[in-house]
């Protein structure tokens, strides 16, 4: 069940040294408690790289804990989890040096929203709004705002947008749209990124 399954994870990061800097929790179904990563942030205080994809049922208040304690991310993968956006300003705020975002059917987002995530992100090279609900005044505004804010920006997934179709999206950000990130998993990315630090 959950709880087993929170503490064996605890077990496993109890075991790490605190410079651990990457972390990534596979994807599943049961619910990850918010203990679980109060407890995590504790261990683990100088996280670079936390990815925490596809997590089902885990409570949206989740990212307080890291949001509070965490300091020095720069990639995060929250595709397919629900998260309360609050808590990601928060995050961003405190994590100022974030270079990739990941936030594939985050669809509670607004338009203004993602602009005020890539205001937080100015070292931001990746973004992952694919699924969302952004509009197409939206992702054009986005666009402006990367291109003002972002110097070092280079890449950008938007692909199956409720409001914009694929031919808008390359007429308004093809420039960023990299094939051979889109067709790969996302372990590639992390690997890419990787060899880029």
């Excluded at 509070?68 to 998260?83: G, K, N, P, R, V």
């Excluded at 666009?143 to 003002?148: A, G, K």
């Excluded at 790969?184 to 630090?197: A, P, R, T, W």
Aim: with cysteine; net charge negative.
């Amino acid at each position: 069940d959950g709880i087993a399954e929170d503490d064996a994870i605890r077990k496993i990061v109890s075991t790490c040294p605190p410079s651990l800097t990457q972390l990534s929790l596979t994807p599943g179904t049961l619910r990850r408690s918010t203990s679980l990563f109060e407890y995590l942030v504790t261990m683990c205080p100088n996280l670079e790289m936390f990815i925490f994809s596809h997590q089902d049922d885990t409570s949206e208040d989740f990212l307080h804990p890291i949001a509070t304690t965490c300091s020095c991310l720069t990639y995060l993968d929250l595709s397919f989890t629900s998260f309360l956006f609050e808590d990601l300003l928060l995050l961003l705020k405190n994590n100022r040096r974030m270079e990739a975002l990941f936030i594939m059917q985050a669809t509670s987002l607004k338009d203004d929203d993602y602009l005020t995530i890539v205001r937080l992100c100015l070292m931001l090279r990746r973004l992952d709004l694919s699924r969302t609900n952004i509009s197409y005044d939206g992702l054009s505004r986005l666009h402006d705002e990367i291109e003002s804010s972002c110097p070092s920006f280079s890449w950008i997934r938007a692909e199956s947008l409720t409001y914009v179709s694929e031919k808008e999206v390359d007429l308004l950000v093809g420039e960023w749209i990299n094939s051979a990130y889109d067709i790969g998993e996302n372990i590639n990315l992390v690997q890419d990124y990787m060899k880029s630090h």
